[in-house]
């Protein structure tokens, strides 16, 4: 089956620092990709739609300066997160459609953000 | 607002029993839903779907039935196993949405020995 891989499985930062996560389809091309977070014993929160050669959608209530997404391939995407705080800890995912059926969607392992 | 939820925060099952997880819909525009099962520490794998225009799908070990009447849809895990352990959480497609995913609340399953 398909492999969406993210890159690192766990980040510890210090405050005021910036963190970037890679989320990489390998095996098709995805044109759109999406960024959740999750916090413990909660349900995923989709925070944006990464679009390839174009800006991101942001949902409602998500900083997109504080969230920065780069779809910069058709097999990458990045989320940055800039001048984290200890509030932004949490554990991201994202996930990587090839197009074509609806829902046909895959998803990477996630990354655990931890900001001291 | 339009949400997914689950009625349940945990079951708990014995080894071999069959598992029936629940879940209830609101927006009667999805047409598309699905099951994940996370375990701890990783992401979402994908379990079994169903559109709107079915009432019952099978799998290996699992079907989902959806009732739109009353906007409602079950997982049913045979034979439960030990592995079978985690988060299970439904997604709705909403029409118009792409593949944007609104996820419900999650169950967690803890089979006992």
């Known amino acids: 089956g398909a492999v969406v891989s993210q890159h690192p499985s766990r980040v510890i930062c210090k405050s005021g620092t910036s963190v970037k996560i890679e989320c990489r389809s390998l095996?098709?091309?995805?044109?759109?990709m999406f960024w959740y977070r999750q916090f413990p014993k909660k349900s995923l929160m989709l925070m944006a739609t990464?679009?390839?050669?174009?800006?991101?959608?942001?949902e409602q209530g998500v900083e997109k300066d504080k969230f920065l997404i780069n779809h910069a391939s058709l097999t990458l995407s990045t989320l940055t997160v800039t001048s984290a705080h200890p509030e932004d800890s949490s554990f991201y995912i994202c996930?990587?459609?090839?197009?074509?059926?609806?829902?046909?969607?895959?998803f990477g392992e996630g990354s655990r953000l931890t900001v001291l | 607002g339009e949400s997914v939820g689950l009625h349940l925060p945990t079951l708990s099952v014995q080894e071999g029993d069959n598992s029936i997880i629940n879940c209830a819909y609101s927006?009667?525009?999805?047409?598309?839903f699905i099951w994940y099962k996370q375990e701890s520490g990783k992401g979402p794998q994908f379990i079994i779907d169903i559109r709107s225009n079915m009432d019952k799908r099978q799998g290996q070990r699992v079907t989902v039935l959806l009732n739109k009447t009353v906007k409602h849809l079950s997982l049913q895990i045979a034979a439960t196993q030990p592995g079978d352990s985690a988060v299970y959480f439904c997604a709705e497609i909403l029409t118009g949405g792409g593949n944007k995913l609104t996820f419900g609340t999650g169950t967690q399953l803890k089979v006992e020995l």
């Open positions: 095996d098709f091309q995805a044109t759109t």
């Open positions: 927006n009667s525009a999805s047409d598309y």
């Open positions: 996930s990587a459609g090839r197009g074509g059926r609806s829902g046909e969607l895959f």
């Open positions: 990464s679009n390839e050669g174009s800006k991101a959608t942001y």
